[in-house]
């Protein structure tokens, strides 16, 4: 009784699958990104080249079907391709977001403080169910995320603050430090 190794068919086609659907995978969540804000000429391109990523895969899948590893690579590269997109997508951070603040107390001193490191921000009287409000709104990237959270934790630490992805945000009213063109801020 012999046993034959093969290096290729155990070993190299499974890892080559599970890396090819990985890119797949991330290449997909960005893809998503990109046709939800709007930008379409990188979502088209991204789109190409995970299809051709996606027929070489199952391609490879589909001619050795005998192979369950390959059936595993393929889970796995997409599993680790979800947990990747989202990551990239995150650190990527294009566009813009609206944060709303609701506090009870008196928010002279947020407001103020988000002026002057230039966040355009508007405020206005409410009421709520436990009386008078200030609502403020500020439209920031979603890179300033971060730096907003802590300046409503310094001045308004009990603040209520919900945050919303904007698809669109016209550009032309933002101050230059929140507005930058760049390659994602294309629409077309």
Same mark, same amino acid.
């Given at each position: 009784?012999? !046993?034959?190794?093969?290096?290729?068919?155990?070993?190299?086609?499974?890892?080559?699958?599970?890396? #090819?659907?990985?890119?797949?995978?991330?290449?997909?969540?960005?893809?998503?990104?990109?046709?939800?804000? =709007?930008?379409?000429?990188? #979502? %088209?391109? %991204?789109?190409?080249?995970? %299809?051709?990523?996606?027929?070489? #895969?199952?391609?490879? %899948?589909?001619?050795?079907?005998?192979?369950?590893?390959?059936?595993?690579?393929?889970?796995?590269?997409?599993?680790?391709?979800?947990?990747? =997109?989202?990551?990239?997508?995150?650190?990527?951070?294009?566009?813009?977001?609206l944060v709303r603040i609701i506090t009870k107390h008196d928010a002279?001193?947020?407001?103020?403080?988000?002026?002057?490191?230039?966040?355009?921000?508007?405020?206005?009287? #409410?009421?709520?169910?436990?009386?008078?409000?200030?609502?403020?709104?500020?439209?920031?990237?979603?890179?300033?995320?971060?730096?907003?959270?802590?300046?409503?934790?310094? !001045?308004?630490?009990?603040? !209520?603050?919900?945050?919303?992805?904007?698809?669109?945000?016209?550009?032309?009213?933002?101050?230059?430090?929140?507005?930058?063109?760049? !390659?994602?801020?294309?629409?077309?």
């Open positions: 009784m012999t !046993f034959e190794f093969d290096l290729f068919a155990t070993l190299l086609l499974p890892l080559l699958i599970m890396i #090819a659907k990985i890119v797949e995978v991330t290449m997909g969540t960005l893809r998503i990104m990109f046709i939800s804000k =709007g930008i379409r000429i990188a #979502a %088209v391109c %991204v789109g190409f080249f995970e %299809v051709l990523i996606w027929i070489a #895969a199952i391609g490879q %899948v589909m001619q050795n079907l005998s192979n369950v590893t390959n059936y595993f690579a393929y889970a796995i590269g997409f599993s680790i391709g979800n947990y990747t =997109g989202m990551v990239l997508e995150q650190k990527l951070s294009i566009g813009y977001i002279t001193d947020l407001v103020e403080s988000m002026r002057t490191q230039g966040y355009q921000v508007t405020d206005t009287d #409410a009421t709520g169910n436990l009386g008078h409000v200030k609502v403020i709104f500020t439209v920031v990237r979603r890179k300033k995320l971060d730096k907003v959270v802590q300046i409503i934790k310094k !001045f308004n630490p009990k603040a !209520f603050y919900t945050i919303e992805d904007m698809r669109f945000v016209s550009e032309d009213a933002l101050p230059n430090n929140i507005a930058s063109k760049t !390659f994602f801020s294309k629409r077309k």
